[in-house]
């Protein structure tokens, strides 16, 4: 199947347990495909955990969640080197963090330490325990929950470390409707734990997302795109709203997943547009507003519209 088909089939299939979530859980497929990471921001309730799920289980993926706590030591996620008194010898039981998709719940939660472990899983595909590099399997997908309304016992995550996020989706409450559908569903015998008995099938293999993955390798981005990506990043680091702009790292975030969302589009090319859908997911966790614009009423999604409306739009 091409990189469209696959997307469409994906999102058919997702329809059957998912109400009103379509653009988060595009956005989650359009990072799985990219190979980058995602963190998710939501109050409680919001489906989530879900999302993750049956993202897993329509691609055929591992899964596994890890409740972050402030007592988690990174050997909790990572695992360790554990004493055999019938053998005399150490073998290595590994942490949740061998999966192909792991759900990190409340990860700002976690102290740093722990924050940091699951960072060099994340850049570098592998961990480390005791000396031994250990890499992780294919695709390895991390998505991190964090809720927006809690700072209390909560170690916020270090620019760096935010950095190595791909995208940053902000899951809204649902509209009226959606939530009576919702509930209709849940009054019809639909349970969110019982994903096996809701009808959702396995749609693609991880071979066949890694033929998606090269598929997307041979997408066209001419000059004036790549021109356009640069100014967005050059114009964010000159805002007088921000202290801090995008990184040379959101741009590459950027340009990939254009690449990814033009082949989901059924393109062989980025345009204008897929670049423009993706700059907010893609920037809102890299820049940090100036207090004074926080006063005004600014967000980072209204500064990058900003920054968008004095950047020249490539014919």
Do not use: W
Request: with cysteine.
């Amino acid at each position: 199947m091409t990189v469209q088909q696959t997307a469409q089939a994906i999102r058919t299939e997702a329809n059957k347990v998912l109400v009103g979530q379509e653009e988060p859980f595009a956005l989650l497929l359009v990072a799985l495909l990219s190979g980058g990471h995602v963190l998710l921001e939501g109050v409680p309730g919001t489906a989530k955990t879900l999302m993750a799920k049956t993202l897993a289980q329509l691609v055929q993926a591992e899964f596994k969640r890890v409740q972050f706590t402030p007592d988690l030591m990174p050997s909790d996620v990572v695992g360790t080197q554990v004493y055999e008194m019938g053998t005399g010898q150490f073998h290595l039981r590994k942490g949740p963090i061998f999966t192909q998709v792991l759900l990190g719940d409340e990860i700002n939660r976690a102290p740093a330490k722990t924050q940091s472990a699951l960072l060099e899983a994340m850049e570098e595909r592998q961990v480390t325990i005791e000396g031994q590099r250990l890499p992780l399997p294919e695709p390895f997908f991390v998505l991190a929950t964090q809720n927006p309304v809690e700072y209390e016992g909560t170690y916020p995550l270090p620019e760096a470390q935010l950095d190595r996020f791909l995208f940053k989706i902000q899951v809204e409450y649902a509209p009226q409707p959606v939530e009576v559908e919702v509930l209709r569903r849940y009054h019809r015998g639909f349970d969110a734990r019982q994903l096996n008995q809701s009808g959702l099938r396995a749609v693609v293999t991880p071979e066949a997302l890694a033929a998606c993955r090269e598929e997307i390798r041979g997408v066209q981005v001419d000059d004036g795109i790549l021109n356009y990506i640069a100014n967005i990043a050059q114009e964010s680091r000159k805002s007088l709203d921000l202290v801090l702009g995008g990184s040379p790292r959101a741009s590459i975030a950027l340009l990939l997943t254009s690449k990814a969302y033009a082949a989901m589009q059924g393109r062989a090319y980025v345009v204008p547009d897929d670049v423009k859908s993706l700059v907010r997911p893609v920037y809102r966790h890299r820049i940090i507003l100036k207090p004074e614009a926080e006063v005004e009423g600014l967000n980072a999604d209204t500064a990058i519209g900003r920054i968008l409306a004095r950047v020249e739009v490539p014919r």
